[in-house]
C-alpha cells in the first residue's frame, strides 16, 4: 500500500537550518510528485510547491523562495524539504502529499513534521 | 493565482443534521477540486476528488458537487466523528490554493 512516512519532530533556535525527509513506498517515486503543505498554528493549510520526482525539477510558490529547498533521492524513495534561517514564523507542521493534478492531486499524505523554532 | 473563497468559516450542527460547505473560485477551475477532512494532531485526508467523486472508504454520508467556481460538500447526516475542520483544495493551475477550512463543532 501506499505510504509516506515523514521524519521525527524538530526544535531549532532561530537562524539555523533543518532538513525533513519524506519517505515514500508502495507505488514508482517518479511516477508521482510530491508537494509539501505547511499550517502554521491556527492558520489554515498553505500549498508551498511541489517536486517533479520524473525530471527533478522545483516549484515554489509564492512566500517560499530563498530559503525553502526541495530535493529527493530516488535510489531510497525520498524527497526532502530544507529549511534555511528559521524564523520563529517557520514554526508549523509540514505534510508532503503525493500526486500531481487530476484525480491523483493530494491524495496520499505524510503523518506530518512538526518544526518548533525558538530559542 | 486562483482564490478559493471558503464558506462559512464555522459551524456548530447536532449529530444528524445536514451540513453544507461551500467553495468559490475566483476563475473556473472545471471539476479540479478535492475536499478534505482535518482532525486535530492528524494529515488531512482526501474525501472527495474531482468535485464529486466519493474517495474509497469515505462514508456516502459525504458528498461533493460543482464545477466551474461554485463548489459544495454536503454532510447528509452528521456523526460524531465528522466534528473536524474541511479544506477544499483547487489543483487546476499552480499555486493550488485551498480554502481558508470551515471548523464544524457540536451545538
Known amino acids: 500500500q501506499v505510504q509516506l512516512v515523514q521524519s521525527g519532530s524538530e526544535l531549532k533556535e532561530p537562524g539555523a537550518s533543518v532538513k525533513l525527509s519524506c519517505k515514500t513506498s508502495?507505488?514508482?517515486?517518479?511516477?508521482?510528485?510530491i508537494n509539501w503543505v505547511r499550517h502554521a498554528p491556527g492558520q489554515g493549510l498553505e500549498w508551498m510547491g511541489w517536486?517533479?520526482?520524473?525530471?527533478?525539477?522545483?516549484t515554489y510558490a509564492q512566500g517560499f523562495t530563498g530559503r525553502f529547498v526541495f530535493s529527493m533521492d530516488t535510489s531510497v524513495s525520498t524527497a526532502y524539504l530544507q529549511i534555511s534561517s528559521l524564523k520563529a514564523e517557520d514554526t508549523a507542521v509540514y505534510y508532503c502529499?503525493?500526486?500531481?493534478?487530476?484525480?491523483?492531486?493530494?491524495?496520499?499524505w505524510g503523518q506530518g513534521t512538526l518544526v518548533t523554532v525558538s530559542s | 493565482d486562483i482564490q478559493m473563497t471558503q464558506s462559512p468559516s464555522s459551524l456548530s450542527a447536532s449529530i444528524g443534521d445536514r451540513v453544507t460547505i461551500t467553495c468559490r473560485a475566483s476563475q473556473g477551475i472545471r471539476n479540479d477540486l478535492g475536499w478534505y477532512q482535518q482532525k486535530p494532531g492528524k494529515a488531512p485526508k482526501r474525501l472527495i476528488y474531482?468535485?464529486?467523486s466519493l474517495q474509497s472508504g469515505v462514508p456516502s454520508r459525504f458528498s461533493g458537487s460543482g464545477s466551474g467556481t461554485e463548489f459544495t460538500l454536503t454532510i447528509s447526516s452528521l456523526q460524531p466523528e465528522d466534528f473536524a475542520t474541511y479544506y477544499c483544495?483547487?489543483?487546476?493551475?499552480?499555486?493550488?490554493?485551498f480554502g481558508q477550512g470551515t471548523k464544524v463543532d457540536i451545538k
Open positions: 474531482a468535485a464529486s
Open positions: 508502495g507505488y514508482t517515486f517518479s511516477s508521482y510528485a
Open positions: 502529499a503525493r500526486g500531481y493534478g487530476g484525480t491523483s492531486a493530494a491524495e496520499y
Open positions: 517536486m517533479n520526482t520524473n525530471t527533478r525539477n522545483p
Open positions: 483544495l483547487q489543483h487546476n493551475s499552480y499555486p493550488w490554493t
